[in-house]
């Protein structure tokens, strides 16, 4: 069994979600507790990548994955899109209105070479 395979005392894998949820602190904490621990890797550069499997084998020796996104063509609204969105939302959002300025951003755009 794959668990046993790579030392996990449970058969539990830790998802891996992407965005900053899964900390090195969590994947140690899941990998240390017996389960697989999973870096959410998505959303990230090389670097911040390669930061997050460094700080994370300095909290655990067990093991632990990393879960990349699978290659694909992000396509982004335009800001035009996006302002009549912000507007059609913003009718039903008295008490906290969406910021009229907010965008979305090209971190998305990190390549799955580089992650690798």
């Known amino acids: 069994m794959i668990f046993k395979q790579l030392g996990a005392r449970y058969p539990i894998f830790q998802a891996g979600m992407a965005g900053g949820l899964t900390t090195p602190e969590l994947v140690a904490a899941v990998s240390n507790f017996g389960a697989i621990g999973s870096i959410g890797a998505g959303y990230m550069t090389a670097e911040e990548l390669k930061k997050a499997v460094k700080n994370t084998k300095t909290l655990t020796d ?13 396509t982004f ?10 507007s059609f939302l913003n009718q039903y959002s008295h008490e906290s209105p969406i910021p009229s300025n907010w965008t979305f951003t090209d971190k998305g755009k990190v390549t799955f070479e580089e992650q690798l």
């Open 62 to 74: 067990k093991s632990f994955g990393v879960n990349l996104f699978i290659p694909e063509e992000v």
């Open 77 to 86: 609204p335009k800001v035009e899109e996006i302002q009549q969105m912000i």
